[in-house]
């Protein structure tokens, strides 16, 4: 099987993410027959500060459980591994093992078996694939946020010093102060291959090719209209950061990764107002957990 084919959103149904993982129970049967799907960045968020308090334990433990008694699809690659589906240049340099996966559900399964937050977290963090799993993926968000934060500061000192003309040749309104001109050019195809070049830095990163401008370009050329929904969010997400005056944050660059799991017919559920606001914005259906239970029981329904 092909790396694209290894990568590619299988399931076109409904997307859950933590949020909404965490806020349905165990009388929530009918996920079993849902077509819903998750990720292995969801087990990540759940198990990471798991530990913190007796009651966070329990209702991340719980959780957890439930993706597991209901037998929910979960999307093995991480964030970054799973959007290079949309660069062919990379595809052959990538490594698609399952470690990361393998040990998060190794670990789902020990806190199963264990009641006490405590000795959970003597296991947590006596994990060496976990804790290494946690530093990489660290490490490699700052990198990661780097290429984005200088590709947005360029481009707000670009706005900002833009002559009439150039102005006018995007379709925007030369009176505007810089931080409208921004908003304005949220939508504009422009923003979104600045996006995408600022990806193929970051992608160039995971390859061990870090500045390699060359294959910088030829991972960019690459790009085969995949992984859209991402790349729209963090474009959209990212200048609208820069056209307030701020910085990407990291935050931001860890909500819009469940969006690497989302195609344009894969509908997103999450409890987060931003993130469906979100979604809207860049064309996707997003419904939080009680809506999608109505439609879940519906369509459920309707099939017998």
Request: glycine share 2%; hydrophobic share 40%; charged share 25%.
């Amino acid at each position: 099987m092909s790396a694209a084919e290894l990568l590619s959103v299988q399931s076109p149904g409904a997307y859950l993410d933590t949020s909404v993982v965490r806020a349905y129970s165990g009388k929530d049967t009918w996920l079993k027959h849902a077509s819903a799907h998750t990720s292995v960045l969801t087990l990540i968020e759940l198990l990471d500060g798991s530990t913190a308090k007796v009651t966070e334990y329990l209702a991340r433990r719980a959780a957890i459980k439930r993706l597991i008694d209901f037998d929910i699809p979960i999307m093995r690659y991480l964030p970054i591994i799973t959007v290079m589906r949309a660069f062919p240049y990379v595809h052959g340099s990538i490594d698609l093992s399952t470690k990361a996966y393998d040990t998060v559900m190794d670990l789902a399964e020990v806190m199963m078996k264990t009641e006490c937050a405590k000795d959970f977290e003597v296991h947590l963090n006596s994990s060496p694939v976990w804790l290494k799993l946690q530093q990489e993926y660290s490490s490699f968000a700052r990198d990661y946020l780097a290429s984005f934060t200088d590709q947005t500061k360029s481009m707000r000192n670009a706005f900002a010093s833009s002559s009439n003309q150039d102005l006018a040749k995007l379709g925007i309104d030369k009176e505007l102060k810089t931080s409208d001109r921004m908003r304005s050019f949220i939508k504009n195809p422009l923003n979104r291959a600045s996006s995408l070049f600022a990806l193929a830095k970051a992608s160039a990163i995971s390859i061990d090719q870090r500045g390699n401008e060359k294959v910088e370009k030829a991972i960019y050329e690459s790009y085969n209209q995949l992984a859209r929904p991402y790349i729209d969010a963090i474009a959209t997400t990212f200048i609208t950061r820069m056209s307030d005056s701020e910085l990407p944050a990291m935050n931001d660059l860890y909500d819009q990764e469940h969006f690497a799991y989302l195609e344009p017919n894969v509908l997103l559920v999450s409890n987060d107002k931003r993130m469906r606001v979100l979604a809207s914005t860049i064309g996707l259906k997003a419904v939080g957990n009680i809506e999608f239970r109505r439609m879940a029981q519906f369509e459920i329904a309707k099939k017998k």
